[in-house]
């Protein structure tokens, strides 16, 4: 499964992002999938992930009552809402997929990986 991701930016503290996912030749319906990010000198770290059909939604504590995730498998795209962003979010985000997993908070738990979009959010 080849995944791209899109969305991101440069934005001001306080300010919004969304986040895109998806993937060609690839229905992304039976996946579930989720957003890792990495800031510049640290580990990755889990975002959020959802099952395949969309009904069950986990998040990190870093960005809990802050971002929203959402997959809509008619437009085979996973979505990643971010608002409030603060300069603690500025990092490259990352869209994973796994046929299995669907809250592991381990990186090399998901079996696929996007390129990644750079989010900067300064003060």
């Known amino acids: 499964v080849q995944l791209q991701a899109s969305g991101g930016g440069s934005v001001q503290d306080g300010g919004s992002l969304r986040l895109s996912c998806t993937a060609s030749?690839?229905?992304?319906?039976?996946?579930?999938m989720g957003w890792f990010r990495q800031a510049p000198g640290k580990e990755r770290e889990y975002v959020t992930s959802?099952?395949?059909?969309?009904?069950?939604?986990y998040y990190g504590n870093s960005v809990k009552g802050r971002f929203s995730v959402s997959k809509d498998n008619a437009k085979n795209t996973l979505y990643l809402q971010m608002n409030p962003l603060k300069p603690e979010d500025t990092a490259v985000y990352y869209c994973?997929?796994?046929?299995?997993?669907?809250?592991?908070?381990?990186?090399?738990?998901?079996?696929?990986w996007g390129q990644g979009t750079l989010v900067t959010v300064s003060s």
């Open positions: 994973v997929a796994d046929e299995y997993v669907y809250s592991d908070t381990r990186p090399d738990r998901w079996d696929y």
């Open positions: 030749r690839r229905s992304l319906n039976n996946y579930h």
């Open positions: 959802v099952t395949w059909a969309g009904d069950l939604k």
